[in-house]
């Protein structure tokens, strides 16, 4: 069976050695859990270790998790990492303590919710600095702080900004003193100071390694960094983060030497995802053994994927099977596992179906 294992123990060391890196420059950060998918049995070990307690704020793009996160830890300071859907407005308010928003609509929305619920809903006010994602366009962002600031229900803590997920805009050091100018100007026009500006996401995160993050930017949200300890501008490993804190293997279902290249015509009909080129693997015949996995695209995605094995090459995926080249000579048998380290978005693939196992490991234990 396909199975996915995440080793927690390696996840809390990751969140404590990020925390003594931030701690240092004196930087704030929220974990950005959307990786595990609201798994429980993950975020029960994450949630109720002490090294949560070290972190600003536990964040999520999706709602249930965030109720899920509520139940475990009720204490845990929430975030919702995307601006909010106004219909679903009462339910932000009820299971996020802190929302990014870019719609002064929706904050008024979330006033009226809050309000309801005698709470004060707190916001940090997304501005746009060239992504072209969410953000307030930069000459209506003193406008538009004025009108959320004067809301009863509503608390203004902070200023932030999302760069490198769409378009891949680096945050530079400019990009970053940008930010942090808009901050100050804000503090000065409204007499109020802001908790949080917020630089960005892991994409950030060389800045911070080479002491180059301006003193106005304080926090970070952090997901892919704490989870597969790499940074995302070279793919290399931060500091002393754990890189192997996730695994996945699956079983081989189906292994034959069979002909490299289909025979017959080839029609439309095809809805596999193959390999750019089909060609067998470097000094195999005209037939080499291939092996069929038991996951596919509705899974995960194969180019996320790469075999611990350099012998093994992706052939093709079809919506529940994946087939691999193992060569012209092989000692892989039905039965056996192929294992893979994994990017950060075949692991959220993975979490996201319920039909592949997930195995963790927290304390040397298996559960």
Known sequence: MAELSINVDKLIGNINKLSD???????????????????????EKLLQSDAIKRVHSVGDSRLSNLRTMKSINPDVVTMYIKPPVQKIAGSIVKYADISLN?????????????????????????????????????????SFYEEAFRLENIDIIGLGTNLGCLYGIEPTYDKMIQLALYAQLLETKFGKKLEIVSGGSSITMPLLRRKKLPKGVNHLRIGETAFLGVTLDDRKRYGKLSTTAFEFKSEIVEIEKKETVPDGEISDAGIGNLADEVKPLEGAADKSYRCLLDFGQMDSDAAGLTPKDSNVAFVGSTSDMTV???????????????????????????????YINKRIIYNGKTK
Do not use: P
């Open 21 to 43: 890196s931030f701690d240092k420059q004196d930087v704030e950060w929220s974990l950005i859990v959307k990786i595990l998918n609201g798994h429980r049995g993950a975020l």
């Open 102 to 142: 870019s719609s002064l609509s929706t904050i008024k929305t979330l006033d009226e919710e809050a309000r309801k619920l005698g709470v004060v809903h707190r916001v940090i006010v997304m501005i746009e600095l060239g992504e072209l994602r969410e953000g307030v366009i930069r000459e209506k962002i003193f």
């Open 324 to 354: 691999y080249d193992v060569g012209k000579e092989s000692d892989y048998h039905v039965g056996d596992a192929i294992k893979f380290d994994c990017n950060y978005m075949a692991i959220a693939h993975l979490m996201h179906s319920r």
